[in-house]
Nanobody, 119 residues
Framework: QVQLVESGGGSVQAGGSLRLSCAAS????????MGWYRQAPGQQRELAAS???????NYADSVKGRFTISRDHAKNTVYLQMNSLKPEDTAVYYC?????????????WGQGTQVTVSS
């Protein structure tokens, strides 16, 4: 079992910044991909940013240049630094990890953290 605990969400005015954190614990042998998804009301969940084991990152076009994903290997933690936030960034943000326990693969989700950006 791999558990994810997210933190850092909240309310901010447009132009502000927030930093999300997601700490993983449990039977983790290796992590292949760490990512942040978001889901706005009435919308499908979409990928905001991801980082693979080699360090390569991928961003949704809507967040490029404003969001930065990073990871701390030693702490099994992934971060999402969000700058220049816009009202359209308002959503529940979910952390996702995919990897290997040594016995099987896992695809784990966090509980979600609300980000609200007011104009």
């Amino acid at each position: 079992q791999v558990q994810l605990v997210e933190s850092g969400g909240g309310s901010v005015q447009a132009g502000g910044s927030l930093r999300l954190s997601c700490a993983a614990s449990g039977s983790i042998f290796s992590i292949s991909v760490m990512g942040w998804y978001r889901q706005a009301p009435g919308q499908q969940r979409e990928l905001a940013a991801s980082i693979i084991n080699g360090g390569r990152t991928n961003y949704a076009d809507s967040v490029k240049g404003r969001f930065t994903i990073s990871r701390d290997h030693a702490k099994n933690t992934v971060y999402l630094q969000m700058n220049s936030l816009k009202p359209e960034d308002t959503a529940v943000y979910y952390c996702n990890l995919r990897g290997d326990t040594g016995r099987t693969t896992f695809n784990s989700w966090g509980q979600g953290t609300q980000v609200t950006v007011s104009s």
